[in-house]
């Protein structure tokens, strides 16, 4: 009922940027937060950067400064700016979005598969 897909991982040279897209289709009432996290191999999956439906942006200490979230509510489309990337930024990028499906009074949280960034020289 629905998808969330993510795209524009790459590879990337150390102080290069890349930017990030991930799309919520289906049956959606209303979407709340939008969030994109990342999961380094070896490492637990981190919070990266998230942005409420008021608008309301937060970054993990590693990205502020960096990184830029922003959405686009009429398109349930969620972006992430990268610039200054860094090789520790290496990971798959998954976008989190929380919804409610239509007819439901309820949210929950639905995952993308996950896009590759690796940033090397």
């Known amino acids: 009922q629905v998808q969330v897909v993510e795209s524009g991982g790459g590879s990337v040279q150390p102080g290069g940027s890349l930017g990030l897209s991930c799309v919520a289709s289906g049956s959606i009432s209303s979407i709340t937060f939008m969030g994109w996290y990342r999961q380094a191999p070896g490492k637990q999956r981190e919070s990266v950067a998230g942005?409420?439906?008021?608008?309301?942006?937060n970054y993990a200490d590693s990205v502020e400064g960096r990184f830029a979230i922003s959405r686009d509510n009429a398109q349930n489309t969620v972006y992430l700016q990268m610039s200054s990337l860094k090789p520790e930024d290496t990971a798959v990028y998954y976008c989190?979005?929380?919804?409610?499906?239509?007819?439901?009074?309820?949210?929950?949280?639905?995952w993308g598969q996950g896009t590759q960034v690796t940033v090397s020289s």
């Open positions: 989190r979005v929380d919804l409610a499906l239509s007819g439901a009074n309820y949210y929950r949280a639905y």
């Open positions: 942005v409420t439906g008021g608008g309301n942006t």
